[in-house]
């Protein structure tokens, strides 16, 4: 199965990429854990079932075409099922902030097979979240911040609430701006 997700980051995709491509970027993936050389697990919620693979990965990156590839294979815990995955991340500019394309070409077999629809509905939600740490990292500031918006045909501003995909989405249009 293939899912691809697309999402912006309000910063430069230099050190975008530095952040993905350090031990910090691993970090933020939600779920993921990496306590040795090469071995870990990613744990995914899916409905009322957790899945919790176990096994092998190798992380490669390219600074110049600004990617990270992650071949990664595991064992469901309990043996109900195997994974296998392809992970690229493209960092690519954006005027002043950058965007990250995150393919993955992935495979499930046994029982965690049957839930392959809800694994890949949980994967944009792991790339929202992952999106959100990458802001925090990368310095923004832990509280909630506001941005103003001119709405068509009216003369006011309105201040909306800063939630992450909101204020993302507002950047990436151009229609907002930091207050200051």
Excluded: Q
């Amino acid at each position: 199965m293939r899912i691809r997700a697309d999402f912006g980051v309000g910063h430069p995709a230099a050190d975008v990429w530095a952040l993905l491509a350090g031990p910090e970027g691993a970090a933020c993936v939600p779920g993921l854990d990496l306590p040795g050389s090469g071995s870990g697990s990613l744990a995914i919620d899916v409905e009322a079932r957790n899945l919790v693979f176990e096994g092998e990965a190798a992380v490669a990156s390219d600074e110049r075409a600004r990617t990270v590839t992650v071949e990664a294979r595991g064992v469901e815990r309990g043996g109900r099922g195997k994974a296998r995955a392809t992970l690229l991340l493209r960092v690519d500019e954006d005027g002043m902030f950058s965007t990250v394309a995150v393919e993955a070409d992935l495979h499930l077999s046994g029982e965690s097979a049957a839930e392959s629809r809800l694994v890949a509905e949980e994967a944009y939600r792991l790339a929202d979240r992952l999106a959100g740490c990458l802001e925090e990292r990368l310095g923004r500031a832990a509280s909630a911040s506001t941005v103003a918006v001119t709405l068509p045909k009216e003369t006011t501003d309105r201040t909306v609430r800063d939630d992450g995909w909101l204020h993302r989405l507002l950047r990436r249009l151009g229609a907002g701006r930091e207050k200051g």
